[in-house]
C-alpha cells in the first residue's frame, strides 16, 4: 500500500517496526520537525540528557544489556559531542543507529551556522554513514542500517538527516522491516568445518589448555556454549575485563579476569603457564594481554583464536587454527563434533575453586593500612559484592572505580551484567551507561566512578534523578587523575606528576542539590549500611568514599605490581 508521508513520519514508523522503544538524545533546532511527530504519532520513549556525551554511551550500553541496536539521535550544533560514545561502541563492536540532523543540503558550504561534514567526521568509526537527501530513501536505508549494524562485527550506523527531510513528502510503498536484524548477531555463521576439526585436535593433545573469552563472546551470547566445550574437555575459561560475566566466576573451570586490568596475579601466572591458548571474541588488545606480555615467548605456546572479525584473527599472535565464525554458533558444534566423534573421551577433573579462594582471602584479609583519611576500595568491592541483589548491574570506568571489582567482584550468573569502557577507556562512561542500563532491564544499577570522571557528568545527575530509576552512583574520590599519577610515578619514576591534582568539591552538597539520597563513608563501619540503603531505596542515591590514589596503594596492574616491588610500595595482587 503506498501512503504520503513525510521524513519524520517515516522514521518513526521504521523504528517502530524494528522494535524501537527507546531513543537516546537531546533537542536541537534542527530536530524541531521531528520531535513535532514523535510527540503526536509515536509511542517511542525519548530518553532526554544533558549532554550529547551522555546519550552516545547511554545507548551503548543500553545495546550491550538488551541486545539489540540501540537509537542515539543529535541535533547539529551538538553533533561532535557523541564522538567518545560512538568511539568506544566501534571499538567493542556494539550496533548503535545514530541520527543526527542537520542544515539543508549544502548550506554548510554557505557557512550555515552548525554546518560541517558530519558523514566525514563519522564515517571513520561507523560501519557505513549515510545522507539522508530524500525521503523516499529512508525505508531502504533504514533496513540497510539495521542490517549493517547487526551483521558480521556489530558496530555503528550513521544516518545525516538535513532538517528538511523531516517536513519533505513522499509516496512510501516500501514502509517495511527486516525483523532479523532487530537483535544482534543478526546471523551466526559457522566457521569452516576442517578448522574447527584441527582445533579439536589441538585441544585433546593439549596438556595444559586455556579458553581466553573476549566481549566478543558476550556480544555472541555464547556462555552456555563456552561452558559445555570447558566442561566437556575440562579446560579453564579466563576473560578479558570487558568479557566479564561471560561465565559465572563462582563456576569451578572460571579462572575470572586476566590482563592488565584487573587480572589478579594466580590468574595471569595460571594463563602464562598454558600451553595451548583458545581465544574466541577478543582481539588481543594491549590490556587483555598485558602489551602482548601475558603468555610469555608466543613461540613456545600454541594459538587458537575464533571470532567473527577476520582482522582480529591471528593479529597479534601466530596462530596454528584460525577460525572466523560466530562464537555460539560455532561452539556448539564443535562440542556437537566432539560428541560425535570420541564419544569415549573422558577427562580429568578439574575445580579451580581453592586456588581462586586462597587468592581472594590473600586480598580480602590483607589489612593493608590505608593512608590516613582513606578507606580501603577492597573493603568496598568485597561488601558490594556480598550485598548485590541478582539482576543487578555494576557499571564502571578507569581507574579505582573499575580495576578493584573487576579483580573482586564475583559474576555469580552469566551475561552482561558488568560494563566498562576498555575498549577505548575515556572518563565519564560510567554514569552515563548505568543510565543506558537502568532503561534496558529491570534490576538495580550501582555505577562506580571518580571524581575525575565525575566532572564529565554531573549535568546528567538530573537525568538520573528524572528518570525514577533505581541508580546509586559511587564515587570513589581522591581529588586527582589517579591513572596518570600512578603511571608516572610507578613507571617513569616521576617524584611529582604535573597537572594531575585537582580542587576538592563537596559532591554531598552537589547530588543533594540534585535530589539525590546521599551517605558519605567515613569508616569501615559505614560501608555495609551506606550500601544497603543505597540499593534498596527506588531512585538516585549517592555515597561517597574516599579512597587513596594509585600511586600509594598499587592496584592490580602486574606492570605496576612490579614497579611496587621494587619500590616497596604496598600492593594487590
Known amino acids: 500500500m503506498t501512503r504520503t508521508m513525510n521524513g519524520a513520519q517515516v522514521i518513526l514508523k521504521m523504528l517502530e517496526l524494528h522494535g524501537v522503544t527507546h531513543v537516546f538524545g537531546l533537542p536541537g533546532e534542527t530536530t524541531i520537525g521531528w520531535y513535532k511527530e514523535w510527540r503526536a504519532h509515536s509511542d517511542i520513549e525519548f530518553v532526554l540528557t544533558r549532554d550529547e556525551r551522555t546519550a552516545s554511551y547511554a545507548a551503548e550500553a543500553y545495546a550491550k544489556v538488551t541486545g539489540r541496536p540501540a537509537v542515539l539521535e543529535a541535533p547539529s550544533p551538538g553533533v561532535t559531542h557523541c564522538t567518545p560514545g560512538i568511539a568506544e561502541a566501534w571499538l567493542s563492536s556494539v550496533p548503535v543507529i545514530f541520527f543526527s540532523s542537520d542544515i539543508p543540503v549544502n548550506q554548510d558550504k554557505k557557512h550555515g551556522l552548525t554546518g560541517i561534514d558530519q558523514t566525514a567526521l563519522y564515517a571513520s568509526i561507523c560501519k557505513e554513514s549515510f545522507y539522508l537527501t530524500s525521503v523516499k530513501d529512508i525505508p531502504i536505508l533504514m533496513r540497510r542500517a539495521f542490517r549493517v549494524a547487526t551483521s558480521g562485527r556489530p558496530a555503528p550506523v550513521h544516518i545525516r538527516v538535513p532538517i528538511n527531510i523531516f517536513h519533505d513528502t513522499a509516496e512510501i510503498a516500501d514502509l517495511y522491516a527486516q525483523p532479523e536484524y532487530s537483535e544482534y548477531p543478526a546471523h551466526r555463521p559457522v566457521a569452516d568445518h576442517g578448522r574447527i576439526r584441527a582445533a579439536i585436535d589441538v585441544l585433546l593433545a593439549a596438556e595444559r589448555p586455556l579458553i581466553v573469552c573476549g566481549q566478543g563472546a558476550l556480544i555472541s551470547k555464547a556462555s552456555a556454549e563456552v561452558q559445555d566445550l570447558a566442561e566437556l574437555l575440562q579446560i579453564p575459561v579466563a576473560t578479558t575485563t570487558p568479557g566479564k560475566g561471560l561465565m559465572a566466576e563462582t563456576h569451578p573451570l572460571a579462572l575470572r579476569v586476566i590482563g592488565a586490568r584487573g587480572g589478579m596475579g594466580y590468574a595471569n601466572d595460571y594463563a602464562k603457564s598454558a600451553d595451548t591458548v ?96 582513606t578507606i580501603s576500595p577492597v573493603k568496598l568491592t568485597r561488601a558490594l559484592d556480598a550485598l548485590l541483589p541478582p539482576g543487578a548491574i555494576v557499571t564502571a570506568e578507569p581507574g579505582v572505580a573499575a580495576i578493584y571489582p573487576s579483580a573482586l567482584l564475583s559474576v555469580r550468573e552469566p551475561g552482561r551484567r558488568y560494563l566498562t569502557n576498555y575498549s577505548m577507556g575515556a572518563l565519564g562512561y560510567s554514569v552515563p551507561a548505568g543510565i543506558g542500563a537502568a532503561f534496558a532491564a529491570e534490576g538495580p544499577v550501582i555505577s562506580l566512578t571518580g571524581d575525575g570522571s565525575l566532572a564529565f557528568v554531573l549535568g546528567d545527575f538530573e537525568t538520573v534523578r528524572r528518570s525514577g530509576k533505581n541508580i546509586t552512583v559511587i564515587l570513589t574520590r581522591n581529588d586527582t587523575y589517579g591513572w596518570i599519577r600512578g603511571e608516572a610515578i610507578l613507571l617513569d619514576d616521576v617524584d611529582e606528576p604535573w597537572s594531575t591534582d585537582f580542587g576538592a568539591v563537596d559532591y554531598v552538597k552537589v547530588a543533594e542539590g540534585f535530589g539525590f539520597q546521599t551517605a558519605r563513608i567515613e569508616s569501615d563501619a559505614d560501608i555495609e549500611p551506606a550500601l544497603r540503603a543505597a540499593i534498596a531505596h527506588e531512585g538516585a542515591s549517592f555515597i561517597e568514599i574516599r579512597v587513596p590514589s594509585q600511586d600509594r596503594i598499587v592496584p592490580f596492574v602486574p606492570s605496576w605490581v612490579r614497579a611496587a616491588r621494587k619500590k616497596k610500595l604496598p600492593y594487590f595482587t
Open 278 to 373: 583458545f581465544f574466541v571474541g577478543t582481539n588481543t588488545d594491549s590490556s587483555s594481554t598485558d602489551h602482548w606480555t601475558l603468555y610469555g615467548d608466543p613461540a613456545t605456546k600454541t594459538f587458537l583464536h575464533l571470532d567473527i572479525a577476520e582482522a582480529h584473527v591471528g593479529n597479534n599472535f601466530p596462530l596454528k587454527v584460525g577460525m572466523v565464525g560466530d562464537a555460539r554458533a560455532t561452539l556448539a558444534y564443535m562440542a556437537e563434533t566432539i560428541r560425535a566423534e570420541h564419544p569415549a573421551l573422558d577427562r580429568p577433573r578439574l575445580d579451580l575453586t581453592e586456588m581462586k579462594r586462597t587468592a581472594l582471602d590473600a586480598v580480602f584479609n590483607s589489612n593493608t593500612p590505608m593512608p590516613e583519611g
